[in-house]
């Protein structure tokens, strides 16, 4: 159990694919059921996985706060803890910035539950890789996207 990241290049049409079902008794004694899905796309690459690496994933939240996403009520108090798993796409212009935080040693210092230790310099040359990867597929025309989870 810990941080687990992961970016991908995406595109075409996402759709919904079913691979089981939940079901439980709500506090009225009523049975519900409900699909478990994952979102699956007409052509998406694998392009990097990360263990614990604290810092990337808070260079990730500070650039979802930096375009204004939302934070839904129900999870604010876990977010302001360090908690971030939605899926972020990153832009060419983000790309660069990483580079240029990566290269320069400026990821920021990221603490949470079950994020390790600081792990930048273990993982610079996959973060490295990773953006040399993205770039060339944004340029294909696919979707950056970061996510994460633990």
Excluded at 88 to 104: H, I
Aim: proline fraction near 3%.
């Amino acid at each position: 159990m810990g941080l687990d990241a992961s970016a991908c290049a995406r595109r075409g049409v996402p759709r919904k694919e079913v691979h089981g079902t939940s079901s439980w008794t709500d506090g009225n004694g009523v049975e519900q059921c409900e699909d478990l899905h994952h979102w699956v796309w007409e052509d998406e690459h694998h392009l990097a996985e990360w263990r614990k690496h604290p810092s990337l994933q808070g260079w990730m939240r500070d650039k979802w706060n930096e375009q204004g996403q939302p934070v839904l009520e129900h999870d604010k108090d876990s977010y302001e803890e360090g908690v971030f798993c939605i899926d972020l796409k990153l832009t060419e212009e983000d790309l660069l910035e990483l580079r240029q935080a990566v290269t320069g040693g400026d990821l920021p210092e990221t603490s949470g539950f079950l994020f390790g230790d600081d792990s930048s310099e273990h993982y610079k040359e996959t973060d490295l890789q990773f953006i040399e990867d993205a770039l060339g597929y944004l340029k294909q025309g696919y979707a950056i996207v970061y996510g994460s989870s633990w």
